[in-house]
C-alpha cells in the first residue's frame, strides 16, 4: 500500500517546470527533488543509452517505494518520448516509453503526473530570454519549439490519463495568478 506520492512534472521550455518543482520540494513534507536532462547522443545509439537510464531510474524508484518519501521529478522519460515524436532525435523510442511508462504504472507509490503548459503561447517568448542557460542542442529555446513541444505534452497527457487510470494526471495552465496555480497543485495533491 502506497505512503508516499511520486509527482513528475513536464513541459516545455519556459512553461515554469523549476518554479512549479521548487514550490512542490518546499512544501510537499518528506520529498527529494531530481531535475533530468537525458542524454546527448541524439543518434540511434542514443537510444540504448537513454533507455538504460530510464531502466536504471526506475529500479531505484521502485527501491524507493514505502520509505515515506515523496518524490519530486522535474522531467523524465517523458521528454525522451516528445523530442523523439517530434523528430529531435534520430530514433523512435515510443517501444521503450511504453515499457517505462508500464513499470512507472505500477510503482506502489500515489502517482502523479503534470503537464504545464501556457494558455497564451505568445508568452513563450518573454520567458525564453534566458541569458546563461544550458540549451540543448536539438530544442533551443525558441517560443516556436516550446509551443510545439507543448502540444505533443499535452496530446500525451490525454493518452496517460485515457489508458492508465491509476496515474492522476493534470494539466495544469501555467500563465494565470501563482498563487491561484499552487492552490490548484495542493488540492490536486492533497496535501
Do not use: W
Not at 493518452?159 to 495542493?186: G, Q, W
Request: overall charge negative; glycine content about 4%; proline content about 2%.
Amino acid at each position: 500500500m502506497a505512503n508516499s506520492k511520486i509527482i513528475v512534472v513536464e513541459g516545455p521550455q519556459g512553461a515554469g517546470k523549476t518554479t512549479i518543482t521548487d514550490f512542490l520540494r518546499h512544501t510537499l513534507p518528506y520529498s527529494n527533488l531530481y531535475r533530468l536532462c537525458g542524454t546527448s547522443d541524439s543518434t540511434a545509439t542514443g537510444k540504448k543509452k537513454a533507455e538504460d537510464m530510464y531502466v536504471d531510474l526506475l529500479e531505484y524508484i521502485e527501491k524507493m517505494e514505502n520509505k515515506s518519501i515523496n518524490l519530486i521529478f522535474d522531467r523524465t522519460f517523458f521528454t525522451e518520448e516528445n523530442y523523439c515524436r517530434l523528430g529531435i532525435k534520430e530514433y523512435s523510442f515510443t517501444d521503450v516509453y511504453e515499457k517505462l511508462l508500464n513499470k512507472f504504472a505500477s510503482l506502489d507509490f500515489d502517482i502523479y503526473y503534470i503537464t504545464l503548459y501556457l494558455e497564451d503561447e505568445d508568452e513563450y517568448i518573454e520567458r525564453l530570454k534566458r541569458d546563461g542557460k544550458a540549451v540543448f542542442k536539438g530544442a533551443e529555446f525558441k517560443a516556436e519549439n516550446s509551443i510545439k513541444q507543448q502540444r505533443v505534452y499535452l496530446e500525451m497527457a490525454d493518452e496517460i490519463k485515457k489508458n492508465y487510470p491509476n496515474i492522476n494526471v493534470l494539466k495544469l495552465a501555467n500563465d494565470k495568478d501563482l498563487e491561484d496555480t499552487k492552490k490548484e497543485l495542493r488540492d490536486f495533491l492533497k496535501y
